[in-house]
């Protein structure tokens, strides 16, 4: 029985855990051969090994997305076990919670340099094969309602995340001509280790119980005080993967209970 993505290639960055793993296993079950890149190279073989014990095909890859000789050497080794890049998720990232005066100038650098340097570097390595005889390809950005919404003490993060959305327009204007497709698919919360951690923090940063951090300032404006689950996102970077031509390209997909609706 053939699949959508059946002969595709895709790199996932950061997934040895969260939504970039639940988006290997998806794009997996559609066919494609998965590269679980991550800067937790055990979490990342963990992940291809149950790929493949589910009879997908997978590849663990140590990744640094903020160090350009890393993210090259990586996506050189994909291409060399599993064939050239078709398909490109930059999803890694971090969070951190703090109010600008008390921002640490470091964290501020070391979050935009996972988030913005990872998704560029990335990119720019999985181009040149997208490109070589108009093979084309998809490109999709993990971006968040952070993209289009800002909330207090996540300066980097909603700064990083609205970001995304230049390059994803700079790179559908760039690669439509030689059928490469970018978007960015922008979460609400979701329960992955990033926002478990985020709870306790906020709670203590803003003088409230856990309970209101959960049902006020991450619930409060979706329309039905529900979590997106790691399905949801899944689901949406496998249409977008599979959506067979630039008609939709340089889009930013929210997926966030009416959390924003842009
Ligand atoms: P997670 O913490 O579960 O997973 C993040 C992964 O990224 C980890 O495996 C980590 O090792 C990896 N990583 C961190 N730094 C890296 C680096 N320099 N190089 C390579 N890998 C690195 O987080 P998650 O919730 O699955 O988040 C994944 C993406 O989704 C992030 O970009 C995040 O901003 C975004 N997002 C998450 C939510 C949410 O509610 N969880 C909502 C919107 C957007």
Redesign the pocket.
Same mark, same amino acid.
């Given at each position: 029985m053939s699949r959508s993505l059946d002969g595709q290639v895709a790199v996932i960055?950061? @997934?040895?855990?969260?939504? +970039?793993?639940e988006i290997a296993f998806t794009l997996a079950r559609a066919g494609a051969r998965v590269a679980i890149?991550?800067?937790?190279l055990d979490?990342a073989q963990a992940v291809a090994a149950q790929v493949k014990a589910e009879g997908g095909t997978a590849l663990g890859v140590a990744?640094?997305?903020?160090d350009e000789a890393a993210v090259n050497a990586g996506i050189a080794q994909v291409a060399a076990e599993l064939g050239p890049v078709d398909i490109l998720i930059a999803?890694?990232?971090?969070?951190i919670v703090a109010p600008i005066q008390d921002f640490a100038f470091a964290d501020w650098k070391r979050l935009l @340099?996972?988030?913005l340097d +990872?998704a560029f570097l990335t990119t720019k390595a999985v181009l040149p094969a997208m490109y070589a005889g108009k093979r084309g390809g998809t490109v999709i950005y993990?971006?968040?309602?952070?993209s289009h919404e800002a909330s207090p003490l996540k300066s980097a993060?909603v700064t990083a995340?609205h970001g995304l959305l230049g390059l994803a327009r700079t790179l559908a204007k760039e690669g439509g001509p030689r059928g490469v497709r970018s978007h960015v698919v922008?979460?609400?919360?979701?329960?992955?280790?990033?926002?478990d951690k985020q709870i306790p923090e906020q709670a203590a940063t803003l003088g409230i119980s856990e309970d209101e951090v959960v049902k006020r300032v991450m619930l409060g404006s979706t329309v039905d005080g529900t979590f997106?689950t790691l399905e949801d996102v899944a689901q949406t970077v496998k249409f977008l993967c599979e959506f067979p031509s630039a008609a939709l390209t340089g889009q930013s997909i929210l997926v966030s209970h009416g959390w924003h609706m842009g």
């Open positions: 960055t950061g @997934a040895a855990s969260g939504i +970039g793993k890149a991550d800067l937790n979490g990744m640094d997305v903020t999803n890694a990232g971090i969070q @340099a996972i988030h +990872g993990m971006g968040s309602a952070h993060y995340k922008c979460p609400g919360f979701v329960r992955t280790p990033l926002v997106t």
